[in-house]
């Protein structure tokens, strides 16, 4: 292998620094019409009325679509999908008709002139753990291919031996409850569909996508259409973070306005509509438990999540699953519950579970090692498992005791200091880092050569992470040849089917495609067909990505303002394809894990159901002023088992536990113990 493993620039990077990258919104259509969608203003209920006489009337006005024209659809049971299908309201912000008209500032305001009545019932927007009319998630499926209680396809509880009557032997026990707040994913590029019917079959969607053949799949369902006649587009995606995954109700409505006009259409959601109708990161709290000898062997864990979710679509995220394979202990519990609330549907946002989950256990395991009398580096060695702690079956590689040890001699964290300089009271904390590495079914790549260059098509995705230059050499790897001969060609349906950018998958389930098609190709065989299932061995090994997180902060002892002026990563992430990509992967997970950590938190009013701050004057994410020193490293390592190049994924571990690791160096700071995010000021003075 010659260039995998190499730091090449983006190859998309030139086309990207000169603004020649075409995103969803730039794609060009024949004399396109402009879509402005109206929004509920209740949380719960039905529309009584739509008066749209002055909205048709006014300049430019093509249509007034509302649930009472809508086209019928084949309906998923998914209201974000099945959009205006009734006449029910099931949150605040969701989408309950649209103008179109000739210009975007017709449509915005003619958008404006819509009367609507309605028939409000009492909703329930309270997210409280305490509540006693939780509901266990029976059935949350995401992803067609993962149907289970969770939306990752996992059981809902787990148990294994007695946990409460080791928590009541155990010489040292904490137990306390953590709780992270909502998160909006914002990636930089809003979510537009530009949309042509090229007749009454045959549909092409340029939208910035996660996963253009999901999408194909999803589109061609609801408007009862044979995949192949939808085209979905998305040559560049900028950022998606989970909320690109789904078309939700925008590219739907967008589709159907566009049929129902016989006009192409071009519709982009504004920063303000994209946090009620893309998902969000759930709400979540995690009660803690934890047992251990005097010696600090854990004997109990116990981790009962209770989150937030929907009454317009079940959506449960995976909290505790993490707690299931982190630490040793013969007496285990995992338990998720949901408050079913008049809300947005949740959904996947980087690192779901995980993200929230970890902040709870790293928090806990940080509490349990001062307990303890233990160094929280060495507590957690000590508490290594060899083989999964419940499915019994051996990893696939881990790491994660060479992460802690390598991240703890490179930030020195044997001579960390707890210090006072003028206000400022400096600490450092540490906190573990996991994310699982899947591999999903449903790809195939086609190669083919012309005129001595070797063309690789597979219907994958670029979010902004490195797919177009990673793929490229791993085909180039594959076949043999020099990277400068390839030409990769990615983002669009029509192209051999490739599985969604989620979950840190794609390099591992688009990448072993290319291998086998690679193969074929070099056996003078027929590539392109051969649609591959997941990794086989995936029933023989557990396979994540593991990481160690190092960090200082100096909290302001007289405002309690948090810095972070340095954050250190060392992560086992498997055979690292291109240094460079991955680094700035990594980078930027860490930074959106301190987003998280200090800035990032929705708020909910209520009293009306609804999102109080949804735009960027109210929704705090990290600038480059609250970013100090990040570097991120990884442990040499390549997975026998997860694919043939080695690696195991990268999106996502970056992110998770950072929010712990500043948590747990706020403590050491300052003595006071935040377990709630965002870790602000009001809860340090
Ligand atoms: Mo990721 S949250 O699986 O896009």
């Given at each position: 292998?010659?260039?995998?493993?190499?730091?090449?620039?983006?190859?998309d990077?030139p086309?990207?620094?000169?603004g020649a990258?075409?995103y969803a919104?730039?794609?060009?259509?024949?004399?396109p019409a402009?879509l402005f969608?109206?929004?509920s203003t209740?949380?719960?209920?039905r529309?009584?009325?739509?008066?749209?006489?002055?909205?048709?009337?006014?300049?430019?006005?093509l249509?007034?679509i509302?649930?009472?024209n809508?086209?019928?659809?084949?309906a998923?049971?998914d209201?974000?999908?099945?959009?205006l299908?009734?006449?029910?309201?099931?949150?605040y912000?969701?989408?309950?008709?649209?103008v179109l008209a000739?210009t975007?500032?017709n449509?915005?305001?003619?958008a404006?002139l819509?009367?609507?009545?309605?028939e409000p019932?009492?909703h329930d927007?309270e997210?409280?753990a305490d509540r006693?009319?939780?509901v266990k998630?029976y059935?949350?499926a995401?992803?067609g291919e993962m149907?289970?209680?969770?939306?990752?396809?996992m059981?809902?509880?787990?148990s294994f031996?007695?946990?409460?009557?080791?928590?009541?032997?155990?010489a040292i026990?904490i137990d306390?409850?953590y709780?992270t707040?909502?998160?909006h994913?914002n990636?930089l590029?809003?979510?537009?569909?530009v949309?042509e019917?090229?007749d009454?079959?045959h549909v092409?969607?340029?939208?910035?996508?996660q996963?253009?053949?999901?999408n194909?799949q999803?589109i061609?369902?609801?408007?009862?259409l044979?995949?192949?006649?939808?085209r979905?587009v998305?040559?560049?995606t900028g950022g998606?973070?989970g909320?690109k995954?789904r078309?939700?109700?925008y590219?739907?409505?967008?589709?159907?306005?566009?049929k129902?006009?016989?006009?192409?259409?071009?519709?982009?959601?504004t920063r303000?509509?994209?946090?009620s109708?893309i998902g969000y990161?759930t709400?979540t709290?995690?009660?803690i438990?934890?047992?251990a000898t005097?010696?600090g062997?854990?004997?109990?864990i116990a981790h009962?999540?209770?989150e937030?979710?929907s009454?317009?679509?079940?959506?449960?995220?995976?909290?505790?699953v993490?707690?299931?394979l982190?630490y040793?202990?013969?007496?285990?519990r995992?338990?998720?519950r949901?408050?079913?609330?008049?809300?947005?549907?949740?959904?996947?946002m980087?690192?779901p579970?995980?993200?929230?989950?970890m902040f709870?256990?790293?928090s806990?395991i940080?509490e349990?090692?001062?307990?303890?009398?233990m160094d929280p580096?060495e507590?957690?060695i000590l508490n290594?498992?060899?083989?999964?702690?419940?499915?019994?079956l051996?990893?696939s590689?881990r790491?994660l005791k060479?992460?802690?040890?390598?991240?703890?001699?490179?930030?020195?964290?044997a001579?960390r200091?707890?210090?006072?300089?003028?206000?400022?009271l400096?600490?450092?904390?540490?906190?573990?880092?996991t994310y699982?590495?899947?591999?999903?079914?449903?790809?195939?790549?086609r190669?083919t050569?012309?005129?001595?260059?070797y063309?690789?098509?597979?219907?994958?995705?670029?979010?902004?992470?490195?797919?177009?230059?990673?793929?490229?050499?791993?085909a180039?790897?594959?076949?043999?040849v020099?990277?400068?001969?390839v030409d990769l060609?990615i983002?669009?349906?029509a192209?051999?089917v490739?599985?969604?950018a989620?979950?840190?998958?794609?390099l591992n389930?688009?990448g072993?495609?290319?291998m086998?098609?690679?193969?074929?190709?070099?056996?003078?065989?027929?590539t392109?067909?051969?649609?591959l299932?997941?990794n086989?061995?995936?029933?023989?090994y557990?396979?994540?990505t593991?990481?160690a997180?190092?960090?200082?902060?100096?909290?302001n002892?007289?405002?309690?303002?948090v810095?972070?002026p340095r954050?250190?990563?060392?992560?086992?992430?498997?055979?690292?394809?291109?240094?460079k990509t991955?680094?700035s992967q990594l980078?930027?997970?860490m930074?959106?894990g301190?987003?998280q950590?200090l800035?990032?938190?929705?708020v909910?009013?209520?009293?009306?159901?609804?999102f109080?701050?949804?735009?960027f004057a109210g929704?705090?994410?990290?600038?480059?002023?609250?970013?100090?020193?990040?570097e991120?490293?990884?442990v040499d390592?390549?997975d026998e088992?997860?694919n043939?190049?080695g690696?195991?994924?990268?999106?996502?571990?970056?992110?998770?536990g950072?929010?712990?690791?500043i948590a747990n160096?706020?403590?050491?700071?300052?003595?006071?113990r935040?377990?709630d995010?965002?870790?602000t000021l009001?809860?340090?003075?």
């Open positions: 292998m010659t260039a995998i493993g190499k730091p090449v620039s983006r190859i990077g086309l990207k620094v000169r990258a075409t919104f730039e794609q060009q259509v024949t004399n402009h969608p109206l929004l209740i949380a719960a209920g529309i009584a009325q739509i008066d749209a006489e002055q909205a048709l009337a006014a300049p430019g006005v249509a007034v509302t649930h009472e809508a086209l019928k659809l084949n998923t049971g209201p974000q999908l099945d959009v299908q009734t006449d029910e309201v099931g949150w912000g969701q989408f309950i008709g649209a000739d975007p500032e449509a915005r305001y003619a404006g819509v009367q609507v009545h309605y019932r009492t927007a997210m409280r006693q009319d939780v998630p059935h949350a995401l992803f149907p289970g209680e969770l939306q990752n396809g059981p809902a509880d787990s031996g007695d946990v409460d009557a080791a928590l009541e032997a155990a026990r306390h409850t709780s707040p909502i998160n994913h990636p590029e809003p979510h537009a569909a949309v019917w090229a009454d079959e092409t969607v340029y939208m910035g996508s996963g253009v053949s999901m194909q999803i061609a369902a609801l408007f009862g044979e995949p192949p006649n939808v979905v998305s040559p560049h998606g973070f909320s995954i078309p939700h109700s590219a739907t409505l967008a589709v159907m306005a566009s129902i006009s016989g006009r192409s259409v071009k519709f982009a959601l303000q509509q994209m946090f109708v990161r709400p709290s995690s009660r438990q934890l047992g005097a010696d062997k854990l004997t109990a009962d999540v209770v937030g979710s009454n317009a679509y079940m959506y449960a995220e995976q909290i505790g993490c707690t299931r982190m040793a202990a013969p007496n285990r995992t338990t998720h949901l408050v079913m609330l008049d809300m947005p549907v949740p959904t996947i980087r690192a579970g995980e993200s929230q989950g709870a256990l790293e806990a940080d349990m090692a001062e307990a303890c009398g580096v507590f957690r290594e498992p060899g083989l999964h702690p419940e499915s019994g051996p990893f590689s790491k060479e992460c802690l040890v390598e991240g703890a001699r490179r930030f020195d964290w001579n200091s707890r210090r006072r300089e003028g206000a400022w400096y600490g450092s904390g540490v906190a573990s880092a699982p590495a899947p591999r999903f079914p449903g790809n195939a790549a190669i050569k012309v005129d001595g260059r063309c690789v098509q597979i219907a994958a995705v670029d979010i902004g992470t490195g797919t177009w230059t990673a793929l490229s050499q791993i180039a790897d594959a076949l043999g020099d990277m400068s001969l060609e983002g669009d349906s192209l051999p490739g599985s969604t989620g979950f840190s998958s794609g389930s688009w072993t495609a290319v086998e098609a690679a193969k074929l190709f070099k056996d003078g065989k027929e392109g067909t051969q649609v299932g997941g086989p061995k995936a029933e023989q557990e396979m994540n593991f990481g997180h190092f960090v200082e902060v100096r909290v002892s007289e405002t309690g303002e810095r972070v954050m250190l990563g060392v992560f086992d992430a498997g055979k690292v394809i291109n240094p991955a680094r980078v930027g997970g930074t959106q301190l987003s950590a800035h990032e938190a929705t909910v009013d209520s009293r009306y159901g609804q109080v701050n949804r735009d929704y705090h994410i990290a600038a480059n002023a609250d970013v100090g020193s990040v991120a490293y990884w390592s390549s088992h997860t043939e190049m690696s195991k994924g990268i999106g996502e571990i970056g992110i998770v950072v929010t712990a690791a160096a706020v403590y050491h700071a300052t003595g006071v935040v377990r995010l965002p870790i009001d809860k340090i003075l």
